[in-house]
């Protein structure tokens, strides 16, 4: 239970890798299983797993590895949809420290 009583809880789930112009898809209801009376509080991205065997390792670029939260969209009315857009990930293939945040930020 959240502090307003509703039953509240965590879920995670996975999209296809991106189209060739760098789009994900996913529903996430009422036809993503979640039912019609939940409401989604906080939406994060995440990299889970790079197509490339030779650029694998993920970067923090744009929240890549903490996860990046899902907050301005787009509404398609004639849908009823909302379009939810984001910074773009990156992997490397370097090791070194390119990986990780710089200490002063980006």
């Known amino acids: 239970m959240d502090q307003n009583g509703y039953e509240a809880t965590h879920f995670s789930c996975l999209t296809d890798a991106a189209d060739a112009h760098g789009y994900y898809f996913k529903t996430l209801f009422p036809f993503g299983g979640l ?18 065997e030779t650029c694998k390792i993920p970067t923090d670029v744009n929240n890549g590895i903490n996860g990046a939260l899902l907050s301005s969209y787009h509404v398609l009315s004639n ?11 990156f992997y490397t293939s370097e090791t070194t420290s390119t990986s990780t945040t710089p200490a002063g930020g980006y």
């Open 35 to 52: 039912g019609h009376n939940l409401k989604l509080k906080e939406c994060k991205a995440y990299l889970e797993n790079s197509p490339l």
């Open 79 to 89: 849908k009823n949809i909302k379009l939810y857009s984001m910074r773009t990930f």
